[in-house]
């Protein structure tokens, strides 16, 4: 489970009905399917099958304009991404990541009301000094939490609250790792956190140990974390190559 999914899950335990938005039908209706297995049929959820990274913006706020044409939209999680298998670059990741943001937002002004929350990382700077190798992904994560910033002076006068929650690690499959623990929460356990802190500060950090970390980060010095996180980030792609040119030896 990621963080999107967990999410929706805790705001239909709410009883807040939804709109789940993604790419792929399947894991839609699975996801559709399991939140109406564990939450019944108390909420109403709705789908819309859209690719990001192959429409354009003008396209996106057209399509998802008329699905949520009469709902009354009370949150927008925008929560679309995509990460790098391991360090090699991804110009999709520059479409999916950001040309999705503000056509979506921009729907939000003619409901006049709600909040929206934008998902960013801790990679964008507001954690660790550099994210070497994963520049994109990296700067895709900065132009979040400035956008955040700024629509949130444009949206407040529209009656919307604008935030950007800074997750650091969760163990989802997109950060693969499988494993919980006190500083890396689980995707449940997150969306608790997250929910929590919707309607606060304009950057947020929801999970308090995730907090916690980047007060610990911040006390080592840029020379010495940039050092550090290159080191490991070029180990990770020496590992991410080798398991690539194996698979590929293995369909031969």
């Known amino acids: 489970m990621g963080i999107g999914e967990a999410i929706a899950m805790e705001l239909a335990s709410e009883g807040l009905n939804l709109v789940l938005v993604g790419r792929d039908s399947l894991k839609l209706e699975s996801t559709s399917s399991e939140i109406r297995h564990r939450i019944g049929d108390r909420v109403s959820i709705r789908t819309i099958v859209i690719d990001f990274a192959k429409v354009g913006g003008e396209e996106i706020e057209k399509r998802i304009g008329e699905e949520i044409e009469g709902l009354d939209v009370g949150v927008l999680i925008n929560n679309a ?11 999709r ?11 979506i937002s921009s729907c ?4 006049k ?19 070497p190798l994963y520049t994109i992904y990296a700067a895709t994560k900065a132009y979040i939490e400035l956008f955040s910033r700024c629509i949130s002076l444009e949206y407040k006068q529209h009656g919307i609250d604008v935030q950007c929650q800074i997750p650091l690690l969760v163990a989802t499959k997109m950060a693969s790792i499988k494993r919980s623990s006190f500083f890396i929460p689980s995707p449940e356990t997150y969306s ?14 929801p999970y308090w140990p995730h ?3 980047c ?19 070029l180990g990770m792609r020496k590992r991410g190559l080798k398991k690539q040119q194996q698979e590929q030896q293995q369909k031969k």
């Open 93 to 103: 990741i520059l479409k999916l990541n950001l040309a999705q943001m503000a056509p």
């Open 108 to 111: 939000m002004l003619k409901k």
């Open 113 to 131: 009301k709600g909040a929206i929350v934008n998902i960013g990382s801790g990679s964008s700077g507001a954690a660790v000094s550099s994210y």
């Open 215 to 233: 007060c610990l980060i911040r006390a080592v010095p840029d020379i010495v974390q940039d050092c550090c996180l290159l080191r490991y980030f």
């Open 211 to 213: 907090s916690l970390q």
């Open 81 to 91: 991404g995509l990460a790098y298998p391991f360090a090699r670059a991804m110009l």
């Open 192 to 205: 608790k956190a997250s929910l929590r802190a919707i309607g606060y500060e304009q950057i947020s950090i």
